[in-house]
């Protein structure tokens, strides 16, 4: 089988043989390279030869692509005898997206055994061929660009597809992020889920406990109203009682009042009483006595001592005696005793010494003060003057240096300047030691009571401490208590073996009044009075005791003389008497405090302190004056 062939014409002829050509020529070369560059190029079908009335295959080729040929003179055309004329097939163009297919139209045979087709032409019309062959390249560049317009129609639709696909993956990404987020909110609405069932069984509960709070609710009701009922009569029987309370009230303030006016009156008259007593006393130059009473170990007061209810300044003691005879019964003898005021066992440290405050007083006013304690051993005697380290049990000793310098203190505003000092010493077995030493005691310094010509009892070697408050004087105080002689004895635990002496001089000056005051304060604890029998003191403790008696009656034998009005009084018998001279014939205000034992066995000890201290409160010692200039 012999297909037919083309001639081949040169490009230059085909251009010069008219303009239509010359335009498709010019349009042919672009659409041999778009369809070099498209992917995939439509492949025409070549034209098929009929023979015998039998329709060959369509063989699928390439479109040809017609090259430019060099130029010659002459086209030389060489042709097989052709069987037949290739007819241009009508190229039917696919809807957007499919294949565009080319079908091969029937050409007619030699015998004519199709119809409508064009005749043949002969070898020597070159012309009619070109046109043929124009005619045909017009068609293809028809369907060219029918082809290239779809390719452009696909490739936007490819864009718009790519556009599409690009917001469906973004979609996708937003709509997995979502899913996510609605998986957690599965999770947590299964939570809630949960929660839900929690919360309405509690509330089926609480629905429960509802209606028996409800139930609860209306019997609490019923019984508020009754108690509404009740709390309206008390109400009324309260607003009556208010109304007697606010009488009451009223009557109480007007008792009040009269009670703290009564009070008042009554200080005021105690006052005027302590005042003029004070004056009674220092017309008569007496020196004061109180005595004191120590309460028993196991409390109350012993059958044998008894103190007048209504008598602050008596006491008796007791003693019942056996008859002689037998034949009569058992007599009862009491000894009466007064005093300028007698403190019972129940007496506290602060009532005692507001007794002898305005004698302290005194000191400041410049009037030499003297106050010391006598009594049988553990009858209380240092428990007076000095008391216990508490503020309630503080003695008198601590509690009149502290109203001194508060005085001094309260003074200073009416300009007047105090100096203090102060001195503690110790009479041991008639011999004097300084309490305030604070040295070795190989080096202890010996002592002489010295007597200027003005009268003025000194000391020498003596420690003499300036001191400008309350707490400097207590250091001192607690100072010579540990420096002070003290044993054991069958009486008491701790005994005082000597007898001690605090001195507080004080001097006062007032500038602006040109006034000068000199005074001193002596306040003396003693040693208590023993007897063999009962102390069996032994050794050093006798020695001790000898020296205590010995020079206790000496002092009763100057109170003998003083109250004798004798012309010699035997100072000078003991150190003791020597020191208290001023105090006890000289100018000053004195105060003895008689301590007496409770106990039944303690009785003729008792007797023969309340027989020394009244000698003593019956002795007169001249009125005092105040030492200023």
């Not at 190029?41 to 034209?47: G, M």
């Not at 041991?428 to 007597?451: C, F, Q």
């Not at 007496?596 to 002795?619: H, Q, W």
């Amino acid at each position: 089988m012999n297909m037919s062939r083309l001639p081949v014409i040169s490009n230059k002829r085909v251009l010069t043989t008219s303009s239509s050509s010359s335009e498709n020529g010019q349009d042919l070369g672009p659409a041999q390279k778009k369809i070099r560059k498209d992917p995939e190029p439509v492949k025409p079908h070549a034209a098929a030869t009929i023979i015998g009335g039998r329709r060959p295959p369509v063989a699928a080729t390439r479109a040809p692509i017609s090259r430019p040929v060099k130029g010659m003179g002459a086209a030389t055309v060489a042709a097989a005898p052709s069987r037949g004329v290739l007819k241009q097939s009508i190229a039917s163009t696919a809807p957007k997206g499919g294949n565009m297919k080319l079908t091969a139209a029937p050409t007619a045979t030699k015998g004519g055994g199709g119809g409508g087709g064009a005749t043949k032409r002969h070898a020597w019309d070159l012309k009619g061929k070109v046109s043929d062959m124009e005619s045909k390249v017009r068609n293809y560049q028809t369907k060219f660009q029918s082809v290239n317009q779809e390719n452009e129609v696909l490739k936007g639709t490819m864009v718009d597809m790519k556009k599409s696909l690009q917001r469906q993956k973004i979609q996708i990404s937003e709509y997995e992020e979502e899913l996510q987020a609605l998986s957690g909110v599965r999770d947590e609405l299964e939570k809630v889920s949960s929660e839900k069932s929690g919360i309405e069984r509690e509330f089926s509960n609480l629905d429960g406990k509802y209606k028996v709070m409800e139930t609860l609710r209306d019997s609490q009701e019923t019984e508020l109203q009754t108690l509404k009922m009740k709390l309206s009569v008390q109400e009324s029987t309260l607003a009556r009682q208010q109304v007697t309370l606010r009488d009451t009230d009223e009557e109480v303030r007007s008792l009040r009042d009269t009670v703290v006016q009564q009070k008042d009156e009554l200080h005021a008259g105690e006052m005027e009483r302590r005042q003029l007593h004070n004056a009674i006393q220092e017309l008569k130059g007496n020196i004061r006595v109180f005595c004191r009473v120590r309460p028993l170990v196991e409390g109350g007061l012993s059958k044998h001592i008894q103190l007048p209810t209504s008598d602050t300044k008596a006491i008796t003691l007791a003693k019942t005696e056996e008859s002689h005879t037998g034949k009569t019964a058992d007599t009862q003898k009491n000894y009466n005793f007064n005093f300028d005021r007698v403190f019972g066992p129940q007496a506290s440290q602060q009532e005692v010494f507001e007794e002898i405050s305005l004698l302290v007083q005194s000191a400041l006013d410049g009037y030499n003060v003297c106050c010391f304690a006598y009594g049988q051993t553990g009858s209380g005697k240092t428990f007076t003057m000095e008391g216990a380290e508490f503020d309630e049990s503080r003695g008198v000793i601590p509690r009149a240096v502290k109203q001194i310098f508060r005085a001094a203190e309260k003074l200073g505003a009416q300009g007047w300047e105090f100096t203090f000092t102060a001195s503690f010493v110790e009479i041991y077995n008639e011999s004097l030691r300084d309490l305030l030493y604070t040295g070795k005691a190989s080096k202890r310094p010996e002592h002489e009571i010295r007597k200027s010509t003005s009268n003025e009892v000194t000391i020498t070697n003596l420690t003499y401490e300036k001191v400008s408050n309350e707490d400097q004087v207590l250091g001192l105080i607690m100072l010579a208590n540990q420096n002070r002689s003290t044993a054991q004895t069958t009486q008491n635990d701790r005994s005082s073996r000597s007898h001690s002496v605090f001195q507080l001089d004080i001097e006062g000056v007032n500038v602006g009044r040109d006034v000068k005051c000199k005074s001193t304060l002596c306040l003396v604890d003693l040693a208590g009075s023993e007897r063999l029998l009962k102390s069996q003191s032994q050794g050093e403790r006798f020695k001790e005791m000898t020296a205590i008696n010995g020079s206790l009656s000496n002092l009763g034998i100057v109170i003998t003389a003083l109250a004798n009005k004798e012309s010699y009084v035997p100072y000078r018998n003991s150190k003791l008497t020597y020191l208290l001279q001023s105090c006890l014939g000289g100018n000053s205000k004195t105060l003895m405090f008689v301590n007496i034992a409770p106990e039944s066995d303690s009785f003729g000890e008792t007797l023969n302190s309340l027989r020394f201290a009244s000698k003593v409160n019956d002795c007169v010692i001249g009125t005092a004056s105040a030492n200023r200039k």
